[in-house]
């Protein structure tokens, strides 16, 4: 195998792998968005669970983080939840940063 062959697959299993871990890390951050959310929705025990695995359903809808945000948003209005769209989006930057270490320390 070549040199240049070489690189390439070595470059082709660094976005393979990079790609794995931002999978990973949106789940993980989905997960632990849905957590937060469900203890302002006045959720408790298996609810909290639930509500978590919906969060990270909804990230399925489409590509980006939209979805996400709103269903997360669309929860917090009908249950009369006071958060801005800011404090949400805050939120979901500061979990994945928190996902980000989480997956890397495991």
Not at 25 to 47: F, M, P, T, V, Y
Not at 50 to 75: L, Q, T
């Amino acid at each position: 195998m070549s040199e240049l062959d070489k690189r390439g697959d070595a470059y082709e299993n660094k976005f393979a792998h990079d790609a794995e871990l931002k999978f990973k890390a949106e789940a993980r951050r989905n997960k632990l968005l849905g957590h937060w959310a469900a203890e302002l929705l006045g959720k408790s025990g298996d609810e909290v669970g639930e509500y978590a695995k919906e969060v990270v359903r909804a990230d399925f809808d489409e590509p980006g983080d939209e979805d996400v945000f709103r269903k997360i948003r669309a929860d917090f209005d009908a249950a009369g939840i006071s958060q801005s769209d800011d404090d949400i989006r805050a939120k979901m930057s500061g979990l994945m940063a928190t996902a980000v270490d989480q997956i890397e320390s495991e």
